[in-house]
T-cell receptor, first 112, second 119 residues
């Protein structure tokens, strides 16, 4: 079993739709949870990061963490064609030396 | 915000030659940088942690003699793929910690990546 599981998609939605992207994980020691967006042939860029359980909102993006279920989500409201990209979840234990563990990424296509 | 610059973005080389990829932190110092490899439709796999002024730490299964990492200054790390073969063709991405340092979140900022094609 992989430490972090993410549905690779592709996920196709019409413009304006609410998008829900999810990851599950197996290690309860993870404390920090991040979402990165990666456009084709580019490096990932950080969207949001959260600590432990709870919600965090930034504009059209909302990140949720449910540690009891080992489940994290990213919601995109009023999706735009420019949101079309691969979304990667990532997480780590915290501390200065530990590494990020990434999901495989979900390819999202927002149709105009 | 902090920017990580990576060069070249795209390189084609013949089998058996060596290729160097540079990763620079712009406007900030990075004592630690990370090198990742990404195959099509797969996630990022950490190859090694590059430490300024000391040897890199390689992940299990990564050949340190094949993937030479040098971190000679606080703003530059290089990855050299030695005696490249077609199976080394991949997308290589570097990164540095740019926020969450005090909290331990270790948020990474990534370079734009370098696509290597070995013929």
């Amino acid at each position: 079993q992989k430490e972090v599981e993410q549905d690779p998609g592709p996920l196709s939605v019409p413009e304006g739709a609410i998008v829900s992207l999810n990851c599950t994980y197996s290690n309860s020691a993870f404390q920090y949870f991040m979402w990165y967006r990666q456009y084709s042939r580019k490096g990932p860029e950080l969207l949001m990061y959260t600590y432990s359980s709870g919600n965090k909102e930034d504009g059209r993006f909302t990140a949720q963490v449910d540690k009891s279920s080992k489940y994290i989500s990213l919601f995109i409201r009023d999706s735009q064609p420019s949101d079309s990209a691969t979304y990667l979840c990532a997480m780590n234990y915290g501390g200065t030396t530990n590494k990020l563990i990434f999901g495989t990424g979900t390819l999202l296509a927002v149709q105009p | 915000g902090a920017v990580v610059s990576q060069h070249p973005s795209w390189v084609i080389c013949k089998s058996g030659t060596s290729v160097k990829i540079e990763c620079r932190s712009l406007d900030f110092q990075a004592t630690t940088m990370f090198w990742y490899r990404q195959f099509p439709k797969q996630s990022l796999m950490l190859m090694a942690t590059s430490n300024e002024g000391s040897k890199a730490t390689y992940e299990q299964g990564v050949e340190k003699d094949k993937f030479l990492i040098n971190h000679a200054s606080l703003t530059l790390s290089t990855l050299t793929v030695t005696s490249a073969h077609p199976e080394d063709s991949s997308f290589y991405i570097c990164s540095a910690r740019t926020s969450g340092l005090n909290s331990g979140a270790n948020v990474l900022t990534f370079g734009a990546g370098s696509r290597l094609t070995v013929l």
